[in-house]
Every structure is written in C-alpha cells, then in structure tokens.
C-alpha cells in the first residue's frame, strides 16, 4: 500500500525566505511521487513528479524537489518565496499500472510580505 | 490543447433534484477520474474510467452516477443527494499506459451546494 505524509498543515515564510514543504511517503514498491499546487477555488495544477529518473527534480515556478530513499522523503523547496506562492500543496504517491493517486492531506503556505 | 474543463462552474441542488456534471478534455487521454473534495480536505478519488469503461468505483454511494460516453467526456449524474455531498467536484485525466506512470490533469472543479 502507499500513502504519504505530509508534516505540518499550516507553513507562513517571509517574502524571500526559503520555502520547505515537507512529505514522507510510504510504499512497499517503488513509488511515483508528485507535488500539486491548489490555489483558492480552483483545481490542482501539477508542480513537479518523480518517477524513478533522477532524484533532484525540477519544477514549474522556482519549484524542485529531492527523492531521498533512505530518509523515504520528497521535500519540496524553492530559494525564495514570492507572494503569489500563497496556495495548498498536496504530496501525492502512486505506483506503476495503478491509476490510484494517494493524496497528502496538504499544506498550506501563507507567505508574508 | 492541454486543459481539462469542467461545467457548470457553481451548482446548487436541492435534495430531490438531479442534475449532471460534465467534464471535458481533448488530449487523447483514455484515463479519466472523478474526486471529491471537502474544504481543507484533499481530494478523495470517487470513480476511475479506462478505455470509457469503470475500471474502479471506491464505494460511492448510488446516488452519484458515472457515464462516460466516448473518450473525451465524463458526466456524474447527481440525484437524491444529502447536504454532507455538498463539495468540490473534481475532473481529472491522464495517458493510460501499463509500463509508465503518467502525471493527471485536473479540471477548475465544479463547487456543489445541496440544500
């Protein structure tokens, strides 16, 4: 079975600081991870996946994210938050041949100018 | 075109009514998903078509009902619903293929009140 873990519901950085989302993940095969953007009302927008190729991953927007198998984690960072990083970020994991998306329960940055 | 869109945009219902959700995409996707969403929740995955057939329904109850008429379009027919199936209905779609895992598109949502 998968499942992620997503550390901390609320994160609030300053504009310009280094924005850190945490997400843990669970799986007894190897796993396909992904990190979604929600802003308010409206639907989930794809930041960046992991899918086996290399470990540090970029994204869309500043975004990038590292698979580290020891520490089974998929954080996601990026050097310096803008206002309009505001938004929910869900962690999700998948496996090979499933359709099965296993969403993170979110975290949701406030960013303060 | 990379956009999977959903109407109506706001729904509300009362709970004798029925009504349909419509989602739509045109990127040849042959998987396509529908989830629910409760505010500060995310989303929970209620049907999965493959090839315009269900390939997994996660105990939905019967009052929602999934059709998908060719491979573009998705529908979820509402009808009898409670206030607690008031929500966030999201559309989604992705390649379908065995060996690779495909990201999924997702859909602006159509928000549902029932009254």
């Known amino acids: 079975a998968q499942s992620v873990t997503q550390l901390g519901s609320h994160v609030s950085v300053s504009e310009g600081a280094l924005v850190l989302l945490r997400c843990n993940y669970s799986s007894s095969v190897p796993p396909y991870l992904f990190w979604y953007v929600q802003y308010p009302n409206q639907g989930l927008q794809l930041l960046l996946k992991y899918t086996s190729a290399a470990t540090l991953v970029k994204g869309i927007n500043g975004f990038e994210a590292e698979f580290k198998k020891s520490e089974t984690s998929f954080h996601l960072t990026k050097p310096s938050a803008h206002m309009s990083d505001a938004a929910e970020y869900f962690c999700a994991v998948t496996r090979t041949g499933a359709n099965n998306l296993f969403f993170g329960t979110g975290t949701r940055l406030t960013v303060i100018p | 075109d990379t956009e999977v869109t959903q109407t109506p945009k706001h729904l509300v219902m009362g709970m004798t009514n029925k009504k349909s959700l419509k989602c739509e995409q045109h990127m040849g996707h042959r998987a396509m998903y529908w989830y629910k969403q409760k505010a500060k929740k995310p989303p929970e995955l209620m049907f999965v078509?493959?090839?315009?057939?269900?390939?997994i329904n996660e105990s939905v109850p019967s009052r929602f009902s999934p059709e998908c008429p060719n491979s573009s379009l998705l529908n979820l027919h509402l009808h009898a619903l409670q206030p607690e199936d008031s929500a966030l209905y999201l559309c989604?779609?992705?390649?379908?293929?065995?060996?690779?895992?495909?990201?999924?598109?997702f859909g602006p949502g159509t928000r549902l009140t029932v009254l």
């Open positions: 989604a779609s992705s390649q379908e293929m065995a060996l690779r895992v495909t990201e999924q598109f």
């Open positions: 078509y493959s090839y315009e057939k269900l390939s």
